[in-house]
């Protein structure tokens, strides 16, 4: 046996399981969203604590904070700092970007329909929000250490600022567990469905895309599974 196409065919299966594993997990959530229809937040409000319930409506917030990029008002922010890594090895320029720290902040919020309101808490929920910050940039410091590094041949030390928000007055779609005091939240521990999700998208558009992402990770899945057959194949073929 080649042991070289035998580790080459389990690291491609090993891939294939992690895209069949986000394949599952999006197909899923979009057979959990079509399981849940939206309800009328009034009668969210008034639900058993543990329900899987669903809202559409306006972002409504009392106390909103601020963006730390963007300073922009929200109920939700994520800031991202990477820092980009640019080496030269054997005479060849190779850049990455490295996360350097990520920053997840709440506000308290309700969404409202035509029916009232009900209050989300938003902690560990998946949130997809809206991107309105990235832009790049050093302190003088910095942009002096990174020039110093280039020269010395060690690659540059540069940095990129993301921001992600949900704004108030914004519509938005929320999917998750009523807990008590009667707002949604995060499923409790040992809870058999522990999906929380909350998007600026319609309930629609989140289908679609989900629908999308699952579709793409399946295919991949099926390539690379055929790719580690060959490669395990070619271990027995052409033996070292």
Request: charged content about 25%; hydrophobic content about 45%.
């Amino acid at each position: 046996m080649n042991p070289g196409f035998a580790i080459a065919a389990g690291v491609i299966a090993l891939i294939g399981l992690i895209c069949l594993w986000f394949w599952k997990k999006f197909r899923d959530e979009v057979a959990l969203m079509a399981a849940t229809p939206i309800g009328r937040a009034a009668d969210i409000a008034k639900a058993a604590s543990g329900t899987l319930v669903a809202v559409a409506g306006t972002v409504r917030c009392a106390t909103p904070i601020s963006g730390e990029f963007s300073k922009q008002r929200c109920v939700y922010a994520k800031s991202e700092i990477e820092r980009e890594e640019v080496t030269y090895r054997d005479g060849k320029r190779e850049t990455r970007w490295v996360n350097e720290r990520t920053t997840e902040r709440h506000a308290p919020f309700e969404v409202e329909d035509a029916s009232g309101r009900v209050t989300v808490n938003a902690e560990g929920a998946s949130v997809e929000a809206v991107e309105v910050y990235n832009q790049s940039g050093n302190t003088v410091a910095e942009d002096v250490l990174s020039i110093g590094l280039s020269l010395l041949g060690a690659g540059r030390y540069d940095r990129r600022f993301k921001e992600h928000i949900l704004a108030p007055d914004i519509p938005v779609y929320v999917l998750g567990t009523t807990i008590a005091g009667g707002g949604i939240g995060a499923a409790p521990r040992g809870a058999k469905v522990k999906e929380f999700l909350i998007t600026y998208k319609s309930e629609a558009e989140r289908e679609k895309s989900s629908g999308r992402i699952a579709l793409i990770m399946l295919i991949i899945a099926i390539l690379l599974f055929a790719g580690a057959l060959w490669a395990l194949w070619a271990a027995f073929k052409y033996p070292a």
